[in-house]
């Protein structure tokens, strides 16, 4: 039990296809994360989200757009994905990003995205 | 730009083994540093989080030290078991934290045979 869910679990899509990736957290944070694990390369940060408001982009392809309606739930929306964009993509959450507390981030078990 | 390594990339050792694995980083300019464990298939568990101003962390059989001075951070684990075979990650929380950044080590993976 993490506290956060990913769905789904396994994706498979053409590159010219359009689908979204879902997050939900149930442990009351603010901050949410959407990292990308790829084979042979150390977890890489794409996004973070504070108060539902994006506060870190990290040099991100467009074809990437994240949206945090609120503050349990974050989504990455896909479109003409390359077959390198094929990795586990991870969500994470903290309780907030302050200086004022070393919280640790929470994550969702992932979700596998492979392009064909 | 801060870099994370981790040292060695895998590790097999027999059950009730003491271990170390090692994790360092080239700026020494963190806010905390934590370590995580990731089994396959799976997301990350949170094992431990070590302040900038703190020596060292302790879980259970599980010990972190970190020395900011010299970039290194080590994760002891005390009489290993089966259950213990994952992969470990070591990350570090950069200064100025307001974005809750984290940078990655690729990671060492652990099998502890019974």
Known sequence: ETGVTQTPRHLVMGMTNKKSLKCEQHLGHNA????????????????????????????????????????????????????????????????????????????GDGTRLSIL | ?????????????????????????????????????????????????????????TSGRLNASLDKSSGRSTLYIAASQPGDSATYLCAVRLMPSNTGKLIFGQGTTLQVKP
Not at chain 2, 13 to 34: H, K
Request: contains cysteine; aromatic residues 10%; charged residues 15%.
């Open chain 2, 1 to 57: 730009k801060q870099e994370v390594t981790q040292i060695p990339a895998a590790l097999s050792v027999p059950e009730g083994e003491n271990l170390v694995l090692n994790c360092s980083f080239t700026d020494s300019a963190i806010y905390n540093l934590q370590w995580f464990r990731q089994d396959p298939g799976k997301g990350l568990t949170s094992l431990l989080l070590i302040q900038s101003s703190q020596r060292e962390q």
């Open chain 1, 32 to 107: 949410m994360y959407w990292y990308k694990q790829s084979a042979k390369k150390p977890l890489e940060l794409m996004f973070v989200y504070s108060l539902e408001e994006r506060v870190e982009n990290n040099s991100v392809p467009s074809r990437f757009s994240p949206e945090c309606p609120n503050s349990s739930h974050l989504f990455l929306h896909l479109h003409t994905l390359q077959p390198e964009d094929s990795a586990l993509y991870l969500c994470a959450s903290s309780q907030d990003l302050g200086t004022g507390g070393n919280q640790p981030q929470h994550f």
